[in-house]
């Protein structure tokens, strides 16, 4: 496994590449954000190690670039910030785990090893398509479409829209799909999900009909064919 930090403080940095390199992986290290986007973008990675706060060029922007871009390669943020509305906006961006310093190197290694599992587990996935109503999920190419026009979705989105297109009909709590998807515990105060849910809606339901992506007050949402004035 090839992973690629990107970390300006130079101690971390050795520290982090000298750990993982003893736990058998591959590890490249860039200390700006410029240099990091451009690893990034050139060469072939299985986990990105993202410093929120980096010169030149920002955790948050190089995050975007690449989920713009198409690149849904695994990034997992690491910064000092503790507050919620930084992990919320890493989420919001696609990152798919968020890890604060200082943190243990044993958190670090099971943090990596899951978002890993998870994303290996998706790539093998036997069906290659979803399809419910006029939305369709390619999961090879990992790409969503209503009314054969293409969604662009973030990593995280996919991942979310999965979930709910792969248990049509089923209502999913907040905490599921935090554990689910982000493989993370979210304090009932978070609004983390709601505001993933809104910006998928925006996406993937606004434009069209008929709507499938529902709140189910009280207990969750609900990717189905139903009439929003049923929700409890």
Known sequence: MRLLIVEDEKKTGEYLKKGLTESSYTVDLADNGVDGLHQAMSEEYDLILLDVMLPKLNGWQILQTLRSNQINIPVLMLTARDQIEDRVKGLELGADDYLVKPFAFVELLARIRNILKRNAKTNVATDTTIQIENLQLDLLRRRAYRDNESINLTAKEFSLLELLMQRKGEVLSRSLIASQV????????????????????????????????????GMGYVLDIINENDNL
């Open 182 to 217: 982000w493989d993370m515990n979210f304090d009932s105060d978070t609004n983390v999900i709601d505001v993933a849910i809104r910006r998928l809606r925006n996406k993937v339901d606004k434009p069209y009909e008929p709507k499938l992506i529902h709140t189910i007050r």
